[in-house]
């Protein structure tokens, strides 16, 4: 009862931390093979999920060599009587897969292998108190066995175990884990925790050559560390924003193109009040993963701080601030900005009806929710069209497939939500879009912002293609 007690509560950390924790950057060659268990029955299966840690497992059977679990032949791994022995639906009758295997080959060097996609649930762990979804199979572990020899060849295990300390560190860049507890568990401690089954491995052999499970989570952090420090190389760029001149930028290349993060909400016209960066006290010359909060919505992009500046990843920074980014052969840059999503202020004004020389709007006072966007008021059309309600500018508003259809000139007929003040807590989120209406029957575009599920139109956009010129003021401040 207890450990299955540990072992809902390890698995609602790994939940919360696997979303929270401090990631790292991609790193530049993937330190392995790939040969697909593709008849295992856990591939044909198919089930994924979330990596959020890995456990390390190792074979139990004296046959350091890959041939013995990992095949057909690819002209590395080598073949003989034991070739293919994991890809077949049920090795050993038994339901096991692996998400990779570490060991020997045909040349007698060793190698670590892919097996298994590495966000595919494996069946590696067994079943944890009885219960399969407890067990780290269905929480997020990665499993890797380490093939075993005679387990007294000192050499050979120590060559295993730095490949296994590499691809550990590789899996932490690349999923963005912490190299530690309980990330990175073995067998056995998942055992003691209630995720995995009664196993002794990797401890019986790690032991025997003076290492732990805690000796190597401390050799994947020196890894790791040593992985994600960069050389960036300075340079510029040309990039070309949308149909604007194109203008040079200096960047630095660090497997990837990196700006200034600045120089980066210039180019992507972003307003640097959009973005904040979630970052701890950075290291010089460190690229790391940081969240960055773009109008309240959490992103991640790759940062490297040069003297304490950060510079961000001009792709990914793109694609968070809505934005394509694509390269041409001569390494010239392109940008289009698409609908974006920008936070708006909050606006509560009154909006007063009130008698003009124009003679559009009169009567009496109302109160109703107005947006300043660039200091440019948006109303919901069909509060204008009440505002204008036997005026000389009055228009109706109905729906023709779904698109929203005006006519001038003819009387409007409320449905009962308009002129109605709204009262927000915080900021309110708008996306701006490109809006099409017919009026008296033409197509005519707007640009719009969508706000809670309405769209907000520019008051001087509606004046221009109605001819008129409105009486309706604001006062800020109510």
Known sequence: MIRKLIAVILTAILAFYSLNSTAFAFIDEEPYNVRLLERNGCYTTGDMQSVRGIMIHSTGWNNPHLRAYVGPDDGVLGGGANNNAWNVPYPGGREVAVHGFIGLDASGNVRAYQTLPWEMVGWHAGAANGASDLSANRNGYIG?????????????????????????????????????????????EGYLVGIASNHADPDHWFTRHGKSMNTFRSDVKARV?????????????????????????????????????????????????????????????????????????????????????????????AQALDASATVDDSGAWRIEINSRTIAIPISRNTVRRSVSSSGIASGTATAYTVFKINNEDYYKLRDIAELWHNTRAEFSVSSVSGTLAIRLGEPYHPIGSELRKRYFTGSVFAKQVIDTMFVNGSQVHFTTYLIEGNAYYRITDLEHIFGVVSAVSSVTGI
């Open 144 to 188: 890797v066995e380490m093939c075993e020899d005679s387990l007294n060849n000192r050499a050979y295990f120590l060559t295993v175990y730095s490949k296994m300390v590499e691809l550990a560190a590789y899996l932490c860049i690349e999923y963005k884990f912490k190299p530690e507890y309980p990330y990175i568990i073995g067998h056995h």
């Open 225 to 317: 560390n040593e992985l994600i420090r960069v050389q960036p190389q300075s340079g510029t760029i040309d990039i070309q924003v949308g149909g604007n001149d194109s203008k040079s930028y200096d960047c630095l290349y660090i497997k990837g193109t990196y700006v200034k993060l600045d120089t980066a909400l210039e180019i992507l016209e972003a307003d640097p009040s959009w973005v904040s960066i979630a970052s701890k006290t950075p290291n010089n010359n460190e690229l790391t993963l940081d969240a960055l909060y773009v109008l309240g919505k959490k992103t991640y992009v790759d940062v490297c701080y040069i003297d304490g500046e950060p510079y961000a990843n001009l792709r990914q920074s």
